[in-house]
């Protein structure tokens, strides 16, 4: 009886003792498999650290073309203004030019017609002062 009591305990035991090693290798397999997670894990957390920075540098780049584009605009808002102020003044010259000769042209006339009459007095005035030296 002792002999079969050692042998149901034995394989008792073996068969404890087989679930023991399938459990052990079960929770071997886990901690590989939690394992290769916490290293998925840890490379995912850099990934999306990286992407933040990678946003972070995006935003600033974006923001930094908004202001220079706005610079720029205002450059060229400011070269416009002063191309139309540099036209406007040339219209202003030009026509100030066109208005003086304009005038030296009527004052050229003017003097020609004053000069004629002058002329044209001279003679009257001189021929009359011959002929009362004729009489």
């Known amino acids: 009886m002792q002999l079969e009591k050692e042998a149901s305990r034995r394989s008792q035991l073996e068969k404890v ?4 090693k399938d459990q052990l290798a079960s ?3 886990l901690s590989r498999s939690n394992d ?6 840890r490379q995912l957390e850099e990934e999306l650290m990286d992407l933040r920075r990678r946003m972070e540098v995006s935003q600033m780049e974006q923001s930094q073309m908004e202001q220079y584009r706005r610079e720029t605009d205002e450059r060229a808002r400011q070269e416009v203004q002063q191309k139309l102020e540099q036209v406007n003044l040339f219209l202003q010259v030009k ?3 066109f208005d003086v000769d304009k005038n030296a042209q009527n004052f050229s006339e003017l003097i020609c017609e004053y000069t ?3 002329q044209t007095y001279l003679v009257q005035c001189t021929g009359k002062k011959t002929k009362r030296k004729e009489s």
């Open 17 to 20: 003792n087989g679930e023991l």
């Open 27 to 29: 929770l071997k397999s």
């Open 36 to 41: 290769q997670l916490e290293r998925s894990k």
């Open 95 to 97: 026509n100030f030019l």
């Open 116 to 118: 004629a009459f002058f």
